[in-house]
């Protein structure tokens, strides 16, 4: 027995010395988390997230070009004709050729509108009475009527639109039994697209062509008394026909 606890008592030695045996060392607690500032990180906190946050997108502005100016509507010159001409007026299918004289003023001084047309003058006057010309037929004592019934005239309505006149226009002539709208009809050296009006009664047979441009209406007025209306008319369409329409000082 004497042998055998010195024995025991080295074991016990070395199994201390070799750390097997007896209480195990504490273990150190581990370190808390701590967030990315440095701050411990509290047991309520979430964990720290390893989503990276998205690179915003690069948005490049390109400079839209600057609309093109539009261009002013091109000048349109006065056509160069004879000053004595003849014109074709027909009745029925028959046509009869007279000389014609070319007239030309100004239409609208407020917009630099002129016109031109062959007249019949050996039949015709005209007076240019500065917002119309009217064309009247000649009368051998030289007495006109206060109001007459058979005329041709040319005017222009100044910020009009066709549209606006074509329901009305027909007051500024006559009383009238019945007012209609006619197909556009393209008339004049210049192929002005008109819209057409009709108004009439018992004494007098009204048509208007009415041409829309910039600034305004030009308008032209052709009226009969029913007596003249077969002989006058004809003459009158023969005239129109020729009209041009240009732009003063083109």
């Known amino acids: 027995m004497k042998k055998i606890i010195p024995l025991i008592a080295a074991a016990a030695l070395l199994l201390t010395l070799c750390g097997c045996g007896g209480d195990p ?12 500032s440095g701050d411990p990180l509290s047991p309520d906190s979430p ?4 989503r990276v946050d998205p690179v915003p997108p690069v948005i490049t ?22 000053s004595d001409s003849e014109i074709a007026v027909y009745y029925g299918g028959n046509s009869v050729t007279v000389p014609a004289e070319l007239v030309r003023g100004t239409l609208a001084e407020s917009v630099g509108l002129g016109f031109s047309l062959y007249c019949d003058s050996a039949e015709y006057e005209y007076d240019d009475g500065g917002n119309s010309v009217t064309f009247l037929p000649r009368s051998e004592d030289d007495e006109k009527p206060d109001t ?11 910020g009009a639109s066709v549209a606006s006149l ?7 002539y006559l009383d009238f039994d019945e007012v209609e ?3 556009n009809r393209t008339i004049g050296l210049s192929g002005l697209d008109c819209e057409v009006v009709i108004a009439y009664n018992a004494e007098q047979y009204v048509t208007a062509f009415l041409y829309g441009r910039s600034g305004g209406v030009a308008a032209f007025v052709i009226s009969c ?13 023969a005239m129109l026909d020729t009209i041009a329409l240009f732009d003063e000082g083109a």
């Open 47 to 50: 964990a720290p997230s390893s």
């Open 181 to 183: 709208s006619s197909p």
């Open 166 to 172: 074509s329901q009305n226009f027909m007051d500024l």
């Open 61 to 82: 502005t390109v400079p839209m070009p600057s609309p093109t100016p539009t261009p002013p509507p091109e000048k349109i010159p006065e056509p160069e004709r004879p």
């Open 148 to 158: 007459p019934l058979t005329f041709m005239e040319l005017l222009f309505i100044d």
């Open 225 to 237: 008394s029913t007596a003249d209306n077969d002989y006058h008319r004809p003459r009158f369409t």
């Open 25 to 36: 060392s504490p273990t150190a607690p581990p370190s808390p988390q701590t967030t990315s």
